[in-house]
């Protein structure tokens, strides 16, 4: 029988007037892949930001590991195990690569000094930035922080990761790095939810897709079977339901 990492219970979150997350509701599996899908505005990124708590709901509740986690910050879940990246990467500029990730080892997942550098290291060769340890994050290439912004997210050691639009801008043969790369952390027995636009490299991962619409679920399931969907064709895709 799967094990229950994640609840999400009817969250809801409003910026005056106009509500970003109405009602929300899922439910994940240790081990899991789901995918988040939806139009700009949607509501995507704040439902990551309720999750790892970075913003905190108007009402509902997460539960993490069988912990009500809804009125922890986002640190505190951070340490409990929910790692996230940001789409817009957002490294320590002045340090290194490497003292980018020792930050998230040591401080997030609680390691030894010893063990946030062998992290570290792991990581780097994970993603491919070895080569740039040591030098500044502010000097890197956009797709370079987006890699880092990865590496420091797996720094943390979490058992849930949240990646938000991490494949934008990538090349075709980078995207593919990026895809073997997250089926080997699901191989690791990570659990993830993964928001991105480029829906082929999403749906060759995740088990599930969740369509989200003006902060409304509209769709869940397979995603051969959510993709065919009508509603999702016309409101993700544009192409007439009738």
């Not at 390691?111 to 994050?137: I, Y």
Request: overall charge negative; proline content about 3%.
């Amino acid at each position: 029988m799967s094990e229950t990492i994640l609840e999400v219970n009817s969250l809801h979150k409003s910026f005056g007037s106009f509500k970003v997350t109405d009602g929300i509701d899922l439910k994940l599996n240790k081990g899991e892949a789901l995918g988040i899908i939806g139009p700009n505005g949607a509501g995507k990124s704040t439902l990551f930001n309720l999750i790892a708590g970075g913003i905190k709901a108007d009402s509902g509740n997460v539960i993490f590991n069988g912990l009500d986690v809804t009125k922890l910050n986002l640190f505190e879940r951070s340490i409990q195990g929910i790692g996230r990246s940001f789409q817009i990467p957002s490294p320590f500029s002045g340090m290194t690569v490497f003292e980018n990730l020792l930050v998230g080892a040591h401080f997030s997942a609680g390691l030894s000094s010893a063990e946030s550098e062998r992290c570290a290291v792991d990581v780097l060769q994970r993603t491919g930035l070895l080569l740039k340890a040591n030098r500044p994050a502010g000097e890197l290439t956009l797709l370079e922080r987006k890699r880092l912004e990865l590496a420091k997210a797996l720094s943390t050691k979490p058992s849930l990761l949240l990646l938000d639009e991490i494949a934008g801008g990538l090349t075709e043969y980078e995207c593919h790095e990026l895809v073997e790369l997250i089926k080997s952390l699901r191989a690791d027995g990570i659990t993830i939810i993964w928001i991105e636009h480029i829906v082929h490299a999403l749906v060759s991962v995740v088990d599930r897709l969740l369509v989200i619409d003006f902060g409304v679920k509209l769709a869940e399931g397979k995603p051969d079977i959510v993709m065919n969907d009508p509603k999702v064709q016309e409101i993700y895709m544009g192409i007439s339901a009738e």
